[in-house]
Nanobody, 125 residues
Framework: QVQLEESGGGLVHAGGSLKLSCAASGGTFSGYSMGWFRQAPGKEREFVAAISGSGGRTSYGGSMTGRCTIAKDNAKNTVYLQMNNLKTEDTAVYYC??????????????????WGQGTQVTVSS
């Protein structure tokens, strides 16, 4: 089991950028594939991005594809989500999640065993 803590959320104007971080503890970080999900008010949680344990493979989904980049620093036990050209519809709580795996990425919630508490991102017009 790994403990996850997100940070970097906040209020930003439309068109701006934010970089989210997720610090992990309690496990061998390189052995975990990491994902970012988000949940807007009244909506289901949706997949945003994932990266393999090695950091060599990434995948993206949803409306943020092309506007975000996921990165993983195994030396710092941290995964990042750089978000650019933010839109008001990107307002949501963003969660990071961990799944055991070195080579693959995972895009569904049920594949992840550990979750952070989330960080709020609010994009104003």
């Amino acid at each position: 089991q790994v403990q996850l803590e997100e940070s970097g959320g906040g209020l930003v104007h439309a068109g701006g950028s934010l970089k989210l971080s997720c610090a992990a503890s309690g496990g061998t970080f390189s052995g975990y594939s990491m994902g970012w999900f988000r949940q807007a008010p009244g909506k289901e949680r949706e997949f945003v991005a994932a990266i393999s344990g090695s950091g060599g493979r990434t995948s993206y989904g949803g409306s943020m594809t092309g506007r975000c980049t996921i990165a993983k620093d195994n030396a710092k036990n941290t995964v990042y989500l750089q978000m650019n050209n933010l839109k008001t519809e990107d307002t949501a709580v963003y969660y990071c999640a961990a799944a055991r795996g070195y080579f693959n990425t995972y895009e569904t919630e049920r594949q992840y065993s550990d979750w952070g508490q989330g960080t709020q991102v609010t994009v104003s017009s």
